[in-house]
């Protein structure tokens, strides 16, 4: 195993941050973390600085809606389709990062941040693990950890299931949503067979398949006659709404890494397809929306990764790299919907259908060089270039983006750094064309605006500059602050009742803010605690116009907005305690500042929410090895607190966070 040990040094070599920021969790703080490894990943993230709790699991990292990359032991993840699944599992994570800020020429494309995931592995995990956990909202969540080494071959493997009636937020802020169960399965593997004391084979595979129930809102009024429909008939009301999604998402990862005294090089090929299928209440829907739409959305993505590190000099490594990525996408629509006169008046109670299939394809390609110069000992400038291009059925673009880091250490507890970066973010390929928006036109589900342009590639200009403070050995602060100036800044909505979040984009954005993170350990004590500050503001919706009314589209075009997604205040904070037997945390989690109604010119209320937990091991038992029993309290006092109201730009409907509730698990190592 130290053989291993020096081939996962040598990966990091290949990736390291190079001035970037970098926030870390490992295994203790997610025991520490309400629910611990049941927790979904999305919880995990929020307890790093500039992380933003939204609607359906997202989270927002400075001001950023999505434009993640997500690396799995130093393999980029394909991207895959907007939906609200939390594809990632907890369960798998032997630590994370998230580098941010001015990112070196390595990263492209997804650049809000790198998601940098160490999976366990057949060596960490120790024992093979099963757990059983459950609690409120009838939550019901096996799994099994399944690991170990034999010569050169090491494996990692999880599998899970997960059942309750919250899989999505709640409409209303009633306790228990009403039509909310979500069945969820995953599976995980890492596998690696090392060669030789230099290189290594190593392959990812992934699956997830989810099915969620759409929750809705009670005593809604009918709003369309529907033939051989009485409105008050029982069965017609919005509490009995029986619309449906399925996500799936499935991917492999083959990695060849070979690490030789002076050259370190893996070269990763991948595959990964996804799929959403949303399933409508035909009777219903049309009496309270006018339109019931059946769609599927899949994506098929193909691609390789190459990248390199050579000690070229005593002062120099240069690192390099090639990417490239193929996309399909394709959306299937069959939908319901009643024809309307010029004042958008049904003229009919009987529907008509509407058949429409349209699909997408982009090209992703990127290549870049730079060098890591050690000026002294304790001064580094990390510089570089990347090229990136991308080609689409919609879009054909390409940039060369210059980037800088400068890291000086001016004493051993002291570190700055100042960095510009050059960005270049594709859209994900989902452009509606205007036959398809004409096929609408004249219907109850006509869009909004009559026309559309395609979403073009995001470019923008980053700065960011930040002190690493070590106080003591114990206790270290960091403090950073970052501007971003963006043409064509991407944005996503939901626009209907289907949970696909589309890409739109303003002609012109601008993203500021800064970061505060605290972390303490001392012997069985630890603590954390995390405060960001983030302002946005954007002009000229200038792509997918037609789902916008045209009064909002007139006002954006002549006035700078705040975006829909920025969490202008947010801060989590944390401590625990542990020795051999025992553990016990407390947790807050802040947000103020999400935006909403006509031009996102309102705010959504304030809120903060407190969870604690302990959890007690049973070191020895008759059988296997240590026996864990956990229990844990989310929102401990009952907070109400609305995420969304339903209003502002690319918003569809009103969201609250979760009630109190209250979890126990049961883990015996074997």
């Known amino acids: 195993m130290t053989v291993v040990g020096h081939l996962d040094q040598e990966r990091g070599r290949i990736f390291p941050s190079l001035g970037a920021v970098s926030y870390g969790i490992d295994q203790r703080q997610i025991q520490a973390t309400p629910q611990g490894e049941n927790a979904a990943f999305n919880q995990i993230m929020l307890r790093m600085p500039g992380v933003v709790l939204d609607s359906y699991g997202e989270v927002h990292v400075r001001g950023e809606h999505g434009g993640l990359t997500y690396r799995v032991n130093g393999v980029l993840l394909p991207e895959g389709l907007n939906g609200f699944g939390q594809e990632l599992d907890t369960r798998i994570i032997q630590s994370v990062d998230l580098l941010t800020g001015t990112l070196p020429a390595q990263f492209g494309f997804r650049t809000a941040g790198v998601v940098d995931v160490n999976t366990k592995t057949g060596d960490t995990l120790k024992h093979n693990q099963l757990s059983l956990y459950g609690g409120s909202y009838g939550t019901f969540a096996p799994s099994l950890q399944l690991g170990g080494h034999k010569g050169n071959f090491e494996y990692f493997t999880t599998l899970s299931y997960n059942r309750n009636h919250i899989g999505i937020e709640n409409p209303t802020d009633s306790f228990r949503p009403v039509h909310d169960l979500t069945e969820q399965e995953k599976a995980f593997g890492y596998f690696s067979w090392r060669l030789d004391d230099t290189s290594r084979v190593t392959l990812l595979t992934s699956a997830s398949y989810a099915d969620f129930q759409l929750p809705n809102t009670p005593d809604l009024d009918p709003i369309y006659p529907l033939a051989q429909t009485r409105w008050d008939d029982p069965s017609v009301q ?138 002294t000992h304790n001064l580094t400038f990390n510089y570089g270039i990347r090229y990136d291009r991308f080609a689409s059925s919609f879009d054909h673009e390409g940039q060369l983006s210059p980037r800088a880091n400068i890291v000086w250490k001016p004493s051993r507890t002291t570190t700055l750094h100042l960095g510009y970066s050059r960005y270049f973010a594709p859209p994900s390929p989902q452009y509606i064309y205007p036959s398809t928006l004409a096929k609408f036109a004249g219907t109850t589900n006509a869009p909004a605006s009559a026309y559309g342009d395609a979403t073009k590639v995001e470019t923008s200009n980053y700065v960011d500059i930040g002190v690493l403070q070590h106080v003591t050995p114990d206790f270290q602060i960091t403090v950073d602050a970052f501007s971003k100036w963006a043409h064509n800044l991407t944005d996503l909505g939901q626009f209907g009742r289907a949970v696909i979040l589309a890409p739109f984009s303003y002609r012109r954005g601008h993203v500021f803010g800064s970061e505060l993170g605290m972390s303490w350990r001392h012997g069985p004590w630890s603590a954390f605690g995390n405060f960001s500050y983030v302002k946005t503001g954007a002009r000229d919706i200038n792509s997918a116009q037609y789902q916008f009314d045209q009064a909002e589209l007139d006002y954006i075009r002549r006035h700078d907005i705040q975006l829909d997604h920025q969490g202008e205040y ?18 807050f989690i802040y947000g103020n500042g999400l935006r909403s109604g006509f031009a996102n010119l309102e705010k959504e209320p304030q809120y903060g929410i407190f969870n604690i937990g302990y959890q007690y091991t049973f070191t020895k038992i008759p059988v296997g090895h240590d026996l864990r029993l956990r229990t844990d309290v989310v929102n401990l006092f009952d907070r109400h607190y609305q995420l969304r109201n339903g209003s502002g730009v690319g918003i569809y409907q009103a969201q609250y966070g979760q009630r109190r509730g209250i979890y126990a698990s049961l883990v015996s190592d074997f």
């Open 238 to 375: 919005s509490r009995l709404l029986d619309d449906s999604q399925t996500e799936q998402n499935y991917y492999a990862v083959a990695s060849y890494q070979r690490s030789a005294e002076t050259v370190n090089f893996q070269f990763s090929p991948y595959f990964r397809y996804g799929r959403i299928d949303y399933s409508p209440d035909p009777i219903r829907d049309l009496v309270f929306q006018g339109v019931a739409e059946h769609e599927v959305n899949d994506f098929t993505t193909g691609g390789a990764q190459f990248d390199l590190s050579w000690d070229v000099a005593p002062h120099h490594v240069i690192r390099a790299g090639l990417l490239g990525q193929y996309t399909s996408e394709r959306l299937d629509t069959n939908s319901l919907a009643f024809p309307t006169n010029e004042n958008d008046v049904a003229l009919s109670d009987i529907p008509q259908r509407i058949i429409d299939n349209t699909g997408n394809w982009s090209v992703e390609a990127g290549a870049y060089l730079q060098d890591e110069y050690r000026i």
């Open 570 to 587: 947010t801060a989590s904070a944390g401590g625990s305690w542990r020795d051999k037997h025992h553990m016990a945390y407390i947790d």
